[in-house]
């Protein structure tokens, strides 16, 4: 028998409930500075009452997902968007407690393949519970009110990284229970940051940017976790048809997506994302104080290996480089870096689109720059912004003073979601490589946000403008 579970949504929430529960959770709220009526916590009684015995799943035994008491027979109860995190529920994706586990999938994203592999070479204990004791944030996020809307977030859990203090009693009592969130803090070395300050384009202030180049930022990455009804109402499908097709495209990896309709969270084997901060994040929320960002998708052959194909590093650096600039005055500079390679098609399909846009008729041209990708993949394009607001409504943005980006699609997302933006900023022409020119001219002739730095692209200058010539070709 399938058990039900109370998916209630916040608009079901009473919202003076809601205000109770926001209220409760300090001193992790947003401003805790502002006076408020000191609320009594929950007894032991009542705790007893709210959190169940766990069972646990012996090492030996494979319970596989198509027979029935098997996989969630006895779910610990979701209702997503719920501001307490104790009624919300925990997320339960781990392995030790295969019946009481309310998410199909399984943690870290893509790399839980590897701890299989660690399991199968002896070199990890299946049964080894994480000690989280020392993991705690470094810096508080939340709660904010976005936290218990799903139209704002329903692709991350607002309180992965709480685990050890919203769900400590849990923890307490043997549960395992595994955080999708981590918070901490970094310096980091650009070679573009330490020539800014070299060439005076940046100033060191020995607090955000020290005189090396250094800059001091905080950060927190950050695991999928999807609310299946929301994500398909964003991508305005049923989420019947939403469950199929992954199962179909994944050639039946997660037959729970079909046979477990009631379970609602699938934490997706794909790859995360990671937030940096420049400033203080306690300003985010403030309309009134400057906050400069980007949301910047994976290029790791520009990004890290500084290929001259694209604009990606020059972009993401000049976006830091804007970030400090902010901190510097006073406010925030947030860069959103999203592991969706190649459009979210990977590195593979990536390479294969180069060598199609080199080797065409009449070589790489601004001209046919979005076809190529059609034709070697079917589809232009497949990261879908539609998810990616979430970390900034996990962050408590309303309102972004300077967006550094020039897509249609990241600004139509955001400011769908309820985020206001003021200033679109382009990469500046100068720092666009050499062989980026097609795309960079393609983009801009197709719409994409230019700003006067780029006008007068027009059909001419699209037919014109080309690529490196490899001589692919000829070999
Ligand atoms: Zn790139």
New binding site residues.
């Given amino acids: 028998m399938i058990p039900t579970i109370d998916h209630s949504s916040s608009a079901l929430v009473d919202e003076n409930e809601k205000n109770e529960v926001m209220e409760n959770l300090e001193p992790l709220a947003a401003k805790p500075s502002s006076p408020r009526p000191k609320k009594k916590s929950r007894t032991e009684k009542e705790k007893a009452e709210i959190i169940p015995e766990p069972e646990f799943t012996t090492v030996d035994h494979i319970p596989l997902t198509t027979h029935t008491d098997s996989f969630g027979s006895d779910p610990i109860p979701v209702s997503w968007s719920h501001p307490d995190p104790l009624i919300r529920g925990p997320v339960i994706c781990t392995v030790r407690h295969s019946a009481q586990r309310n998410a199909i999938g399984a943690h870290q994203g893509s790399y839980c393949i590897y701890t299989g592999l660690a399991v199968a070479a002896g070199k990890l204990d299946p049964d080894y519970v994480p000690d989280l004791r020392l993991t705690s944030p470094v810096f508080k996020i939340g709660p904010y009110p976005s936290w218990s809307d799903p139209k704002k977030i329903s692709a991350l859990d607002p309180f992965g990284h709480l685990t050890t203090t919203a769900y400590k009693d849990y923890l307490d009592k043997g549960w395992d229970i595994r955080p999708t969130i981590a918070v901490t803090k970094a310096h980091i070395d650009l070679p573009e940051c330490r020539e800014a300050v070299a060439t005076g384009r940046l100033k060191a202030d020995g607090k955000i940017l020290l005189p090396s180049g250094q800059s001091i930022c905080s950060k927190a990455a950050i695991e999928p976790v999807w609310y299946l009804p929301e994500i398909a109402r964003r991508f305005q499908t049923t989420e019947s048809n939403l469950r199929r097709s992954i199962f179909r495209m994944t050639n039946g990896m997660y037959p729970e997506l079909i046979t477990r309709p009631d379970i609602k969270i699938f934490l997706p084997p794909i790859g995360g994302l990671t937030i940096y901060i420049w400033g203080d994040p306690e300003t985010i929320p403030d309309e009134d104080i400057e906050l400069t960002c980007r949301v910047h998708d994976e290029?790791n052959?520009?990004?890290v290996f500084g290929?001259d194909?694209?604009?990606?590093?020059p972009y993401l650096t000049h976006a830091i480089e804007e970030c400090i600039r902010t901190a510097q005055n006073g406010g925030c500079g947030i860069v959103i870096y999203f592991r969706k390679e190649g459009r979210s098609l990977g590195e593979v399909t990536k390479y294969l689109v180069y060598n199609t846009r080199k080797r065409q008729e009449g070589g790489d041209s601004a001209e046919t720059y979005f076809n190529c990708t059609e034709q070697v993949a079917g589809v232009q394009d497949t990261r879908f912004q539609a998810l990616m607001p979430d970390p900034l409504h996990f962050l408590g943005v309303t309102k972004i003073h300077n967006f550094i980006s020039m897509s249609d699609m990241k600004y139509n997302a955001i400011v769908n979601s309820g985020i206001k933006i003021v200033n679109r900023i382009e990469i500046p022409p100068d720092m666009v490589p050499e062989d980026?020119q097609v795309?960079i001219t393609a983009k801009v002739f197709h719409g994409y946000n230019a700003g006067k730095a780029y006008q007068g692209i027009d059909a001419n200058t699209l037919k014109e403008t080309k690529g490196r010539d490899f001589g692919y070709n000829k070999e």
Avoid: F, K, P, V
């Fill in positions: 290029c052959g520009s990004d290929s194909i694209c604009t990606c590093r980026a795309e």
